[in-house]
């Protein structure tokens, strides 16, 4: 089960807050990918978090409910289906989370990030496989995170009623591959990835032109961050580089 443990060691090294970063939604077919950071107050844990991939959807209900109810604060961010398509998946992600992050109603000084990609995000972070299986704070992301976009997807489902969406969240099952070749694609669905890119082009190799993706990015970045885009896992500067190692050290939390 999570725990603080994270969290205690990298308040010894700062006063916080510290939030922690998970997502939902890497690997559907169809829907934004979304993230959300949450900053929980040490004194008012809820209870019964955990890897919400691990809990039945009513359990995930009730637990999004008290963390709403006892967080410090919490954000959501997301990067639509169009974003996903030009910049890819792991890019996408890595801006919903930065969202996510800026949405915080309180600022976070620092953020723990589940899996070992660190985002570049307002504030400096470090990473945790299976974080949302180890720190309380992650395991409060996934659940709002998850959630939030399951919600999403069931509320598409109202529009489109042919993918079975309402179940299967637009992940590759074979109920929504038996719909996409009956029925085809709709705007919702994410056309780099190869499933759907398949029928809509047959035959056809998929990607983009990676220096074009790349400017595209590094615009976007600064647009959501109002700073250059910070590819190390420390703060900017005053004038928008990544400081000096002399003047900081992300703290380990192995």
Known sequence: MPHYIFESRVLKTMPGPICGVDEAGRGPLAGPVVAAAVILDRKRIPKGLNDSKQMTP????????????????????????????????????????????????????????????????????????????????????????????????????????????????????????????????????????APVHNILYPGRSHGLNFGFRRKWIDSIWTLDLGTPRNHSRRPVDKAGGPCSRSTWKAPSIA
């Open 58 to 193: 009513e359990d995930r209900e009730e637990a999004y409910k008290r963390i709403v109810d006892c967080a410090i604060a919490f954000g959501v961010g997301e990067a639509s289906v169009d974003e996903i398509d030009l910049v890819n998946i792991r890019q996408a992600t890595h801006l919903a989370m930065a969202r996510a992050v800026r949405a915080l109603s309180t600022a976070a000084m620092f953020a723990l990030v589940d899996g070992n990609d660190p985002p570049a995000l307002p504030c400096p972070c470090d990473t945790i496989v299976d974080g949302d299986a180890r720190s309380v704070s992650i395991a409060a992301a996934s659940i709002v995170a998850k959630v939030t976009r399951d919600r999403i997807m069931q509320a598409l489902h109202a529009e489109f009623p042919g993918y079975g969406w309402f179940t299967n969240k637009g992940y590759s099952t074979e109920e929504h591959l038996d719909a996409l070749t009956r029925l085809g694609p709709c705007k919702h669905h994410r056309r780099s990835f």
